[in-house]
């Protein structure tokens, strides 16, 4: 039973449908799984929903609906958009399921047992639509509230708190001392930063019941729920534990009864990447490595923080209607067409701007006339000239190709994954280069060139074949859609297949068909 490489992304509010912001996160991650598949690691990905809270059941009441079968209803909603958005997840957790309820209540039973949760009076200036209490800091400098806080109320109540300010110095060691832990650099800064000079509270997990009920009972007091953050960042051992992980099981092994056990049991625990947006990096770097800690269990190896994107350079918002909806981009221009633009356009880490002028620009220039032009032309031309049928090896193009997949290699490693595709397209311009420098239509009406034509079409056959493989990760519709132009049907991978040469001569290609339309852009 060796580790997997396990991924996940952050898990969505299930209010409203999935926005760019969402659909980015989730192509990210899926990049990142696929290349460490590609590259030969198993892989386990885990994306899925946030569902409690007063958010929901806020909005499951205005719909005069029981918020389960309100959730229910999103959800679906939800899992068919990581279908079309072609994720290689294998699980999709959802808080409310009974897996969940169960591995949330172990974990708070055990540090409850431990004496790290204790109830004390809470008095303070209390966000409904933030769900979190305020401070003094919050205000603006005129003392009023800033409207994204909706109403701002003084509450008095008791609450449970788990003891989170105690293990402050600890985790200011750890990550000195794991410089991947937070990634990119400017975002571990930004942690360390705020460790070294705020001092750290405790933090309130808890509501009463009688103001939240949509919520997971805390096991030792029936009168309160469990408030959703320590609710929703549990979600990531939930899947291990219940596929009987021991990294989880032996520090909760309360759970080992609930889970039927599995033969064999999954090794996922710790995590190697946690990828989310720069908003919830004080929850992931902060909150979730001390409850993890306090209760025995390993910590994640890496949390990968992206940046938020822009549309027209304005904050993407509902209100104003500055929207970029996923499905509607995937429905007219293809999938892998928004997937190549969000991940071409941003890197992981700044944020981003979204325009319409720049997705069509970088459809036509890189994709219809960079990648589809250079395999519609390499596989009509081997048709046309030699019947489909693969000549005798040549290597014209080796060279560029094992560049090419040395750097994708090593830069999907580092989740470089914006450098990657400039690598991958660095080889395609090249390649798209060689036709117009060889000329192989003039090759064809000069038969004593008969030789020097068979070599030139190996090489962009094989060039095209060896494309295929780095864009897996990347754009694995269009790469398998090209493995079966030429003829192959597996899912190509870096690992095994990347090797200058797969195509065997003798071998019949399959139809060529346009991979990126051109779009009449007027
Ligand atoms: N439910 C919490 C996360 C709990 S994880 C244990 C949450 N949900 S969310 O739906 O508001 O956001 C989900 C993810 O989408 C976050 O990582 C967030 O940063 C990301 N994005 C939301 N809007 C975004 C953009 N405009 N751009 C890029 N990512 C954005 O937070």
Not at 235 to 246: E, Q, R, W
Not at 316 to 344: C, H, M, Q
Not at 411 to 426: F, G, K, N, V
Not at 458 to 471: D, F, P, Q, S, T
Request: aromatic share 10%.
């Amino acid at each position: 039973m060796s580790k997997r490489f396990y991924i996940t992304t952050a898990i969505d509010y299930v209010n409203g449908a999935p926005h760019l912001g969402h659909a980015y996160e989730k192509v990210v991650t899926d990049v990142i799984a696929r290349g460490r598949s590609s590259l030969g690691e198993e892989t386990f990905f885990l994306t899925g929903l946030d569902e409690h809270g007063q958010k929901v059941q806020q909005a499951a009441l205005a719909e005069h609906k029981d918020p389960q079968a309100y959730v229910d209803e999103l959800a679906a909603l939800w899992q068919d958009f990581a279908a079309r958005l072609n994720l290689s997840n294998n699980d999709f957790v959802r808080t409310t399921q009974p897996r969940h309820k169960q591995v949330v209540g172990a974990l708070l039973t055990k540090l409850h047992d431990q004496g790290d949760i204790y109830k004390a009076e809470y008095r303070g200036w209390y966000s409904w639509r933030q769900e979190t209490f305020l401070t003094d800091k919050d205000r603006n400098p005129d003392g009023t509230w800033d409207p994204i806080y909706g109403e701002v109320k003084e509450l008095v109540e008791q609450n449970w708190y788990f003891k989170m300010g105690r293990h402050q110095q600890w985790l200011i060691d750890h990550i000195e001392s794991h410089p991947d832990f937070v990634y990119p650099d400017n975002r571990r800064n930004e942690v360390l930063g705020f460790l070294r000079k705020e001092q750290l509270a405790d933090l309130c997990i808890s509501r009463p019941r009688e103001r939240l009920n949509w919520g997971i009972p805390m096991p030792f007091d029936p009168d309160y729920v469990n408030y959703v953050w320590f609710d929703a960042l549990t979600n990531y051992i939930t899947v291990p534990a219940s596929l009987g992980d021991p990294a989880i099981l032996g520090a909760l092994p309360a759970l080992a009864a609930a889970f039927e056990p599995k033969n064999p049991p999954a090794s996922l625990w710790p995590a190697d990447v946690h990828v989310i947006g720069k908003d919830i990096l004080k929850f992931h770097a902060v909150y979730w490595p001390i409850m993890l800690h306090a209760a025995g269990i390993a910590l994640p190896r890496q949390i990968v923080v992206h940046g938020w994107w822009q549309k027209n350079g304005s904050k993407i918002s509902k209100a104003t209607g500055n929207i970029v909806d996923p499905i509607a981009i995937i429905e007219e221009w293809g999938l892998d067409a928004f997937r190549f633009y969000v991940l071409r356009e941003l890197d992981i880490g700044p944020d981003g701007n979204w325009t319409d002028a720049g997705f069509a620009a970088r459809y036509t220039a890189e994709l219809a006339n960079g990648l589809g032009n250079l395999v519609n032309r390499s596989l009509s031309m081997l048709h046309r000239y030699r019947d489909g049928l693969v000549p005798a090896p040549a290597a014209d193009l080796a060279g560029e190709a094992a560049t090419a997949v040395e750097q994708v290699r090593s830069q999907l490693a580092r989740h470089e994954l914006q450098p990657s595709l400039q690598s991958i397209w660095t080889l395609i311009t090249r390649a798209n280069q060689y036709v117009d420098q060889t000329a192989p239509f003039k090759l064809a009406k000069e038969p004593e060139q008969a030789k020097r034509l068979d070599e030139v079409l190996y090489n962009l056959a094989e060039v095209c074949r060896v494309i295929a493989v780095l864009l897996w990760p990347f754009l694995p519709a269009t790469a398998c859609r090209i493995y079966r132009q030429l003829g192959l049907d597996n899912e190509p991978k870096i690992g095994t297949d990347a090797a200058w040469g797969g195509l065997k001569p003798g071998h019949k290609i399959g139809r060529p068909e346009a991979l990126f339309p051109r779009k009449d852009l007027a």
